[in-house]
Nanobody, 117 residues
């Protein structure tokens, strides 16, 4: 069964940093694309960042540009979202979405990020 599992969320003070991880399994999956989105309480889920694992191209939501960095470790089938200069407005559940080759897209269960002021 294909799955992705996020980790790395937690409570951090404003201005702090966190690194989120997203592990895709089984290891035999060939990931073509991985994205992060988030959903704050009472709001709709919104796009945060995406990376094409084949070309390496990335794109970001405007409000995280310069603060968040998406990256990957192909050997471990793991994607990362490095978040710095965190703001209370970044508080949300962060979800990973992986699109493997020849397989449907896979969503994780999410990891909570809470930024205190």
């Amino acid at each position: 069964q294909e799955q992705v599992v996020e980790s790395g969320g937690g409570l951090v003070e404003a201005g702090g940093s966190l690194r989120l991880s997203c592990v895709a399994s089984p290891r035999s999956l060939s990931i073509a694309d991985m994205a992060w989105s988030r959903q704050a309480p009472g709001k709709e889920r919104e796009f945060v960042a995406r990376m094409n694992w084949i070309s390496g191209s990335t794109n970001y939501a405007d409000d995280v540009k310069g603060r968040f960095t998406i990256s990957k470790d192909n050997a471990k089938n793991t994607g990362f979202l490095d978040m710095k200069s965190l703001k209370p407005a970044d508080t949300a559940i962060y979800y990973c979405n992986a699109k493997p080759l020849f397989v449907r897209a896979i969503w994780g269960q999410g990891t909570q990020v809470t930024v205190s002021s």
